[in-house]
């Protein structure tokens, strides 16, 4: 860098640069989050998925007894599934709001901001962390209402929480990455379609893994939503057990995060291109 | 900050056989151009010329693909950063978002910005008083007018005072009155701020009323350079810039740009209506 202006010492400009980078990444989360705050018949509408799943799918399932939960029964089983789905449903097609603001021109004004290009990735998949939780909200309240055992100490809400932001911030990262390759409305919503379903097929969302050939039991491994769901599942239902334990859950969702963040960062500015 | 920049350094804006292609077209071809500080700086041509390739590439928003330019002293390729602290920008399209208010888009610029949060609400409200948009700030921005909007977009590049505002095509699609009170806007910031203004247009009149300097583009050359004053002068007594324009291109500025652009245009135009 040639003209480096005379700087501070050291210490002092990187904790400064590092409260300046939380500021732009809050920021941009503000921008949607305030703009849910003024349409919020979003939040609404997708109500519906989940409590169709719960309330129909999960009821008739639970009756019939023929999946193996581990000792609970099968909506307890289905409810963190549901969940983590619905997170995934709005997570993946987050990049299409990108390449909307984009096609209007709002997203330019970021790219010309100083803002740095990890904190305008970042602040995103915090946003759709914030939207997430308003699922999480809707089904925990279906759930208790249902009579799913729930674990309703602050420890076992909390992490729950951590566990749909973090699986939120993935999904919609990768939403991004994918718009920032197709670049347009019509040919996303096409990759939209093609990345839930498999991802949703191969979780163990609404079967457990003990039942899946050995094929898929391998690819449910490698699927970032069977951890986002079995953290949320062994910490949400009361005697429901962890298959992988919570820490490894939480460490590979949050290497799969730093990852898809890494590569956003770099494709982010070609969207415009 | 700017005020040191500009002393230091007379030159706003000077490129170095600036170049861009995309695919086997060459947007813009070996630009070579320099804008002295507090200048009002006008980039003439046709839909498609390379007038908003050229501003893209200053913007920090487009690589070039030979070539560099120097912006309020900074590389724009191994000082991006530097450059953006110190440059507003108004795209072509609508960079408002229409989802927030007023108040709200020119909140989040604020903070992308750094503002501190004592001066924020300050500037904030200067910026809301200077373009009469006080009445209208808890608004929706997609109930504003297209002047309104295209006001607000100024007031939002202007917010951290750069020392140079880009603004591409600023009156486009807005009705006489819109536009002579963007104009007075214009005129005004740099009057008070000596702020240095480079614009694109294809507005002839435009040109003429707010630039001290044009410079004609033409398939990616710059073809003539001067005061409006001067070229006309070339050509006779009663010229236009238009007659220039014709003289030094062969062609009428209406007469050229393709499928792409005249959509952008007419698509900008639609929603400031």
């Known amino acids: 860098m040639q003209q480096e202006p005379v700087t501070p010492p050291n210490a002092w400009n990187r904790s400064r640069d590092f409260v300046a980078f939380w500021r732009q990444t809050l920021a941009v989360a503000e921008a949607d989050v305030r703009k849910l705050g003024h349409d919020p018949v979003e939040l609404l509408t997708r109500m519906t998925q989940p409590a169709l799943w719960l309330l129909v799918f999960g009821q008739v399932f639970t009756h019939a007894k023929i999946i193996p939960t581990g000792g609970i029964s099968y909506v307890d089983f289905i409810a963190p599934g549901i969940l983590a789905q619905s997170v995934l449903f709005i997570a993946i097609f987050y990049g299409i709001s990108v390449i909307w603001e984009r096609d209007l021109g709002i997203l330019q004004k970021f790219l010309v901001s100083p803002a740095s290009r990890y904190a305008l990735v970042l602040g995103r998949s915090l946003s759709a962390g914030v939207r997430g939780l308003s699922q999480a909200f809707i089904v925990y309240v279906l759930a208790f209402i249902l009579g799913v055992h729930l674990r309703l100490d602050l420890g076992s809400i909390t992490t729950v929480l951590a566990a749909v932001m973090t699986g939120s911030a993935i999904f919609s990262t990768f939403s991004l990455i994918a718009a920032c390759i197709v670049k347009t409305r019509e040919r996303f919503m096409g990759i939209g379609q093609v990345l839930t379903m498999p991802l949703f097929f191969t979780s163990n969302a609404i079967y457990p893994l003990s039942m899946m050939p050995s094929w898929l039991r391998s690819i449910s491994r490698m699927n970032p939503l069977t951890y986002q769901i079995d953290a949320i599942r062994s910490t949400m239902i009361e005697g429901s057990q962890s298959i992988f334990g919570s820490g490894v859950d939480f460490a590979v969702m949050l290497a799969i995060l730093a990852l898809l963040i890494a590569i956003a960062t770099k494709l982010y500015p070609n969207i415009i291109k | ?273």
């Open chain 2, 1 to 273: 900050m700017a005020d040191k920049q500009q002393s230091a350094d007379a030159v706003a804006v000077e490129t170095f056989g600036l170049n861009r292609r995309f695919g086997s077209l060459v947007a813009v071809d070996n630009l070579n151009l320099r804008v002295t500080s507090s200048a009002s700086f006008g980039l003439l041509g046709t839909n498609g010329a390379g007038k908003s390739t050229t501003i893209k590439m200053l913007t920090t928003l487009l690589p070039p693909s030979i070539g560099t330019a120097r912006v309020a002293g900074f590389d724009i390729i191994r000082e991006p950063q530097e450059v953006r602290k110190n440059i507003g920008y108004v795209s072509q399209m609508l960079s408002a978002d229409g989802e927030l208010t007023g108040y709200e888009n020119l909140l989040i610029s604020a903070k992308l910005y750094g503002i501190p949060k004592m001066e924020r609400e300050k500037r904030i409200k200067q910026a809301l008083d200077f373009m009469e948009l006080s009445r209208v700030a808890s608004m929706l921005v997609s109930h504003y007018s297209g002047g309104m909007i295209r006001r607000l977009e100024i007031a939002q590049s202007m917010l951290h005072h750069p020392a140079i505002l880009f603004l591409d095509e600023p009156t486009v699609g807005l009705d006489p009155v819109a536009k002579h009170s963007v104009w007075q806007r214009i005129r005004y910031l740099r009057q008070e701020f000596g702020t240095t203004i480079f614009m694109t247009t294809h507005d002839m009149d435009e040109a003429d009323k707010l630039c001290d300097r044009v410079a004609f583009m033409y398939q990616g050359r710059i073809v003539a350079m001067d005061s409006p004053v001067k070229l006309k002068n070339t050509i006779g007594p009663e010229a236009t810039l238009d007659d220039v324009f014709i003289q030094c291109t062969g062609t009428s500025i209406d007469e050229r740009g393709d499928y792409r652009d005249a959509a952008r245009t007419r698509h900008t135009a639609e929603r400031v209506e």
